[in-house]
């Protein structure tokens, strides 16, 4: 079964500044996706990035990226220039690329990220 | 293009009470999921239908059942609940038809049970 680990369980970066979010997985498959949700205080699950496991190039959108290491399966988040609206809790979360009926996402415990003005 | 809603956004309920949380897409979606947060757990699934008439089981089905109304909503019924149910529920969808999927989320309903 797959899993999802985010061993950082609070985090905080001072706006304008860079940090980087943690996730490790563990899988069997090849291919599959690899997500980044954001979770605000209003508690609505905003899609902040993806990740195709077949690309080698990095995702990114805007001031956020990814650093996506297949052989360590590692999925880390990196957010630039960080914004005061940028304090929520992330997920990292998983999907298998054939997901059949489920489609479901494995989801890590989360990283509250605090940004200080 | 209201996307996910749910309702209602809170609710306070007694052990052995039952209710329905209703859930509602306009995107066209195939399929709909019901995932449940619980502190420093994720979220995790309770039940999905995969399709309108299809519904299974997802990771912690134990004291919820669900229904496909049709194609726009999923609800979650308690039939009698109990404290280990206070959790925050979300109801999401997806198109359904692989590689492009992402899954959309509702605004999430906040249950306690006392």
């Known amino acids: 079964a797959q899993t999802v680990t985010q061993s950082q369980p609070e985090m905080s970066v001072q706006e304008a500044e860079t940090v980087t979010l943690s996730c490790t997985y563990d899988?069997?498959?090849?291919?599959?996706?690899l997500f980044w949700y954001k979770q605000p205080p209003s508690r609505q699950m905003i899609l902040v990035i993806r990740?195709?496991?077949?690309?080698?190039q990095n995702a990114t959108e805007n001031r956020f990226s990814v650093n996506f290491q297949k052989a360590a399966k590692s999925f880390s988040l990196k957010i630039s220039d960080s914004q005061l609206g940028d304090a929520a809790m992330y997920f990292c979360?998983?999907?298998?690329?054939?997901?059949?009926?489920?489609?479901?996402?494995?989801f890590g415990t989360g990283t509250l990220l605090a940004v200080q003005p | 293009n209201a996307g996910v809603t749910q309702t209602p956004k809170f609710q306070v309920l007694k052990t052995g009470q039952s209710m329905t949380l209703q859930c509602a897409q306009d995107m066209n979606h195939n399929s709909m999921y019901w995932y449940r947060q619980d502190p420093g757990m994720g979220l995790r699934l309770i039940y999905y239908?995969?399709?309108?008439?299809?519904?299974d089981k997802g990771e912690v089905p134990n004291g919820y059942n669900v229904s496909r109304l049709n194609k726009r909503e999923f609800s979650l019924r308690l039939e009698s609940a109990a404290p280990s149910q206070t959790s925050v529920y979300f109801c999401?969808?997806?198109?359904?038809?692989?590689?492009?999927?992402?899954?959309?989320f509702g605004p999430g309903t906040r249950l306690t049970v006392l």
């Open positions: 990740q195709e496991a077949y690309k080698q």
């Open positions: 239908s995969a399709s309108e008439g299809t519904t």
């Open positions: 999401a969808s997806t198109l359904g038809q692989g590689e492009a999927d992402t899954q959309y």
């Open positions: 899988t069997s498959e090849s291919d599959y996706y």
């Open positions: 979360a998983y999907r298998r690329f054939y997901g059949g009926a489920t489609n479901k996402l494995i």
